[in-house]
């Protein structure tokens, strides 16, 4: 169940669906091995082209670099020559994200969480929680309990207030942390993302993927930015919804379509990180046919997390929908030093949905034959500062026999915190998804009151149907509300 913004983010999801579709979902926690068949048991490293003659594969490589919170999945089809040189990579990647990583408390390579420690001596550092640790933060005994219970996280920051090396600005809404980002090479931390998909790529097709393979062992000048852009989005939040960190293959539908066969996306604590990966045929059709090309952004409502679960998560869905995406250049080849990185957590909460009220108003059978069910809804909303309260009347009648039906209105009380009543009368969608919540409750209602009509069947309706009324209602509260007509 989606929750949309807007009509242009539902389009968006259901064109990406049209365009592209998962092909493989790989969860950082689960072991797992992706293995390459070979001809006479001869090794091939898909990075080098080297066979078992020439180089060793001796070593346990990773698919999802092991910084990234310890990943396990590993393959069979990387050289002990390759290894090192990606691992050198990945020490880029490392340096571009450890603000976040040490934020969020990744697990390190070796025991223990990832540190940031600059040159002036800010550190900052993921606390593991155990009594032990929480003691030496010098806090009480009842709060350590109290985060002990909690899925709170915490983090330790080691900094003098007048240090250059930091700076917190807090305003009481939001907090945003800035320290100075360790020299780093952008195009190795595109490479650390493109060589998790290059492992990811059938072995099959992976032939088709030659220019990507250059781009991962080569240096060159001018790589075109759009293409080796990574896009990114973080939610403002200390919140670890992707606390394992996913990997999703998208794989375009259509081979016509003007657009990269491949779209990796990194789902890592709040953050959803995409690639593009192009064919040598999508590469021949951009450089030599000038081909106009268009890279879609996974729509955020497609992740680990709605993937696995199927329950509706009202404050999940809106977070996810507000997420705004920046692109980042990450195809240059020369190294960055003194760069800013800074991470924002915002204060405010997510909308949440509390379920106040279902009951049955009224219930009964009428001697009077109809032909066909019926439903409809009333929406009555009401406005707070902080959160808005919403009754939804849903009346519903069946046909029970030749001479009968039955008649049931329902009543279902919402209340959704944290939500403004602007947001609330733009999410059309949501609105349609509460009515379909109350549809489910009212048919429940429905069974508890007539358990001898048991061999009705209740008949859902689809939510294209009540657009239009939630529309018309809408607009109707809001003109008797102005007094006009
Ligand atoms: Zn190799």
Redesign the pocket.
């Known amino acids: 169940m989606f929750f949309f913004r807007n009509k242009e983010d539902e389009k968006h999801l259901l064109d990406f669906k049209s365009k592209y579709a998962i092909k493989k979902v790989m969860f950082g926690a689960v072991y797992e091995k992706v293995y390459d068949k070979f001809k006479d048991g001869k090794k091939v490293?898909r990075?080098?082209g080297?066979n078992s003659d020439e180089?060793t594969f001796k070593q346990k490589t990773h698919i999802i670099p092991q910084l990234i919170n310890r990943s396990l999945p590993v393959s069979n089809f990387?050289?002990d020559?390759?290894n090192p040189k990606f691992s050198k990579y990945e020490n880029d990647f490392s340096s571009y994200y450890l603000l976040h990583r040490a934020i969020f408390g990744h697990k390190r390579k070796k025991p223990g969480l990832v540190k940031l420690k600059t040159k002036v001596g800010v550190e900052i550092q993921g606390v593991d929680k155990t009594k032990e640790n929480l003691k030496e933060l010098n806090i009480s005994d009842s709060e350590i309990d109290e985060i002990l219970n909690s899925n709170r996280s915490i983090v330790k920051l080691l900094a003098d207030p007048t240090d250059e090396g930091v700076k917190i600005e807090d305003d009481g809404e939001k907090l945003t942390l800035t320290t100075e980002r360790q020299k780093y090479k952008p195009i190795n931390v595109h490479r650390t993302l493109l060589k998790i998909a290059l492992s990811l790529i059938p072995q099959d097709e992976y032939g088709n993927y030659k220019s990507m393979l250059n781009i991962l062992n080569k240096d060159f000048d001018g790589l075109e930015k759009d293409l080796f852009s990574i896009t990114e989005r973080s939610l403002p939040k200390y919140n670890s919804y992707f606390k394992i960190p996913t990997v999703i293959h998208f794989d375009r539908i259509n081979p016509e379509d003007n657009h990269p066969q491949k779209l990796f996306v990194l789902y890592m604590d709040n953050k959803i990180i995409q690639i593009p990966v192009f064919t040598d045929n999508d590469f021949d059709r951009i450089h030599k046919d000038k081909e106009n090309y268009r890279i879609w952004v996974v729509p955020p409502h497609i992740n680990p997390i709605t993937l696995v679960n199927e329950k509706p998560d009202f404050a999940f869905h809106m977070d996810m929908v507000r997420l705004p995406f920046k692109q980042i250049d990450l195809s240059s080849i020369e190294l960055v030093k003194g760069e800013k990185d800074s991470i924002t957590i915002t204060r405010n909460k997510s909308p949440e949905l509390e379920e106040k009220d279902l009951r049955i108003l009224k219930g009964e059978i009428i001697d009077e034959p109809k032909d066909s069910q019926y439903w409809g809804f009333g929406l009555h909303p009401e406005y707070f500062d902080n959160h808005v309260d919403i009754k939804i009347i849903f009346d519903f009648l069946a046909p029970v026999s030749k001479t009968e039906h039955t008649y049931l209105i329902a009543g279902c009380y919402y209340r959704i915190n944290n939500l403004t009543k602007e947001e609330f009368e733009k999410n059309i969608s949501g609105i349609e998804d509460l009515i379909l919540m109350s549809m489910t409750h009212a048919f429940k209602m429905y069974r508890q009151k007539f358990p001898q009509f048991e061999h009705v069947e209740l008949k859902p309706f689809s939510k294209k149907f009540f657009q239009a009324e939630i529309i018309r209602q809408m607009d109707e509260l809001e003109k008797n509300k102005d007094g006009s007509i």
């Open positions: 490293c990075f080098c080297k180089v990387e050289c020559e390759c």
